[in-house]
Each structure stands twice: as C-alpha cells, then as structure tokens.
C-alpha cells in the first residue's frame, strides 16, 4: 500500500528563515503529490500539486516544492518565513491505481518564531 | 465561484444517535469525497462519489454511508454514534478527472459525541 511519510510533526523556524518540510512517499509508480495547508478551524487549502513535467513547482504564497523519483521526496520550501505560515501542512499523494482517493502525510506543524 | 460549502459547522450528539452532514460542492464540480480527521488517526478517505454513483470507498465501517444527489450535493450519515467518531469531517470537490483535477476543501464539520 502507498504511504506518505511526513519528518517532523513539528517545525519551529523565525521569522525570515528558510522553511523546510519534508516528504517522502513509497510508490513503485510516480504518484501525483500535493502539499495543502490548514489553518485552525479551516478546511484544507491547496499550495502546490505536482503531476507531470517540471519537478520544480511553485505553488502560493511563496511555497515551492521539487520532486525527486530517486529519493521519492516531495519536500516543501519558502525561502522566507512569515508569520501568516505558522499553520499545519499536510503532504498527500494521489495513487495512480486509484486515483479519486488521496492518502496524506500525519502533518507538521509549523511555528515561526518573531 | 462560490468554494465548497458544509452544514452543519458544529454539531453536539449522544452515543447511538445517526447524523447526516451535508455537502454542496463548487459549481460545476461533480465529484465529491469526504474525509474523517482525528488527532490520533490524521486524514483519512471515507469515500467518493460521482455522478450519483460511490466511485471509491475507503476502510470504514457500514455505519459510514453517504449519497450524492443529481446536483451533485452530497451528505454523509453515520449511525450508531461512537466516541471515536468524534472528528472534523472534510468534504472535497472536483470537476470530474481525477487525474488532473484538483479537490477543494470545505472547511469542515466538527462532530462531537458525547
């Protein structure tokens, strides 16, 4: 079975910083992969999607992430943290064998420190 | 467009009740998935439906049951309440392809068994 593998449930970073969160997903066959971000009380907001070509996405508010198939890695970047960041972010894939089903990562939860 | 929308927001209910969540999509949107959210178990894919159709069901209990309607609007019931059903129950929308559409999130409905 495919699986996301999100280090870290935790991530504290100050303000202006790099932001870092890592994703790893296990598939013999490249999945679609996304990062959505959730604010409290707030359902799931899309950031970035990665399905074919470039493996270098950029998504909103500044958040890019690279996709590496020989590291199965998805992992998230911002080269500057801003307060409005501190949220929860949830890593996902979309299995090809069964499309319409998305399986997401335990979450991280970012802080930014003033 | 108007995003997708969840009634209720709140709702408050007893062991061995049932409750119906509703769902109303993005326009134009005709797949609709909801997902279950707890601390303990993260995000996890209940099911999908499309055209009035489950498309794609995920490991759940028959408690958990849902429909969509010819407008695409969907709801969830579950019967026999639990205490581990206590969650935030997200709906999704997309327009038809999984393979290259994206879900939206509602922002939720947080159901609390007592």
């Known amino acids: 079975a495919q699986s996301v593998t999100q280090l870290g449930s935790h991530v504290s970073v100050s303000e202006g910083a790099l932001v870092l969160l890592r994703c790893n997903y296990s598939?013999?066959?490249?999945?679609?992969l996304f990062w959505y971000v959730q604010y409290p009380n707030q359902g799931l907001q899309l950031l970035l999607k990665y399905t074919t070509g470039a493996t270098l996405v950029k998504g909103i508010n500044g958040f890019e992430a690279e996709f590496k198939k020989s590291e199965t890695s998805f992992h998230l970047t911002k080269p500057s943290a801003h307060m409005s960041d501190a949220a929860e972010y949830f890593c996902a894939v979309r299995p090809y064998s069964s499309a319409s089903k998305i399986i997401f990562g335990s979450g991280t939860r970012l802080s930014i420190r003033p | 467009k108007a995003g997708v929308t969840q009634t209720p927001r709140y709702l408050i209910k007893t062991r061995g009740q049932q409750v119906t969540l509703s769902c109303s999509p993005i326009?134009?949107?005709?797949?609709v998935s909801w997902y279950q959210q707890t601390p303990g178990q993260g995000l996890q894919f209940l099911f999908e439906?499309?055209?009035?159709?489950?498309?794609n069901k995920g490991n759940f209990p028959g408690r958990f049951s849902g429909r969509q309607f010819s407008n695409s609007r969907s709801e969830m019931n579950v019967s026999t309440l639990e205490l581990g059903d206590s969650a935030l129950y997200l709906c999704a929308s997309e327009e038809s392809n999984p393979r290259t559409d994206t879900q939206y999130f509602g922002p939720g409905t947080r159901l609390t068994v007592l």
């Open positions: 326009s134009g949107h005709r797949s």
């Open positions: 439906y499309f055209s009035e159709t489950q498309r």
């Open positions: 598939s013999s066959v490249p999945p679609y």
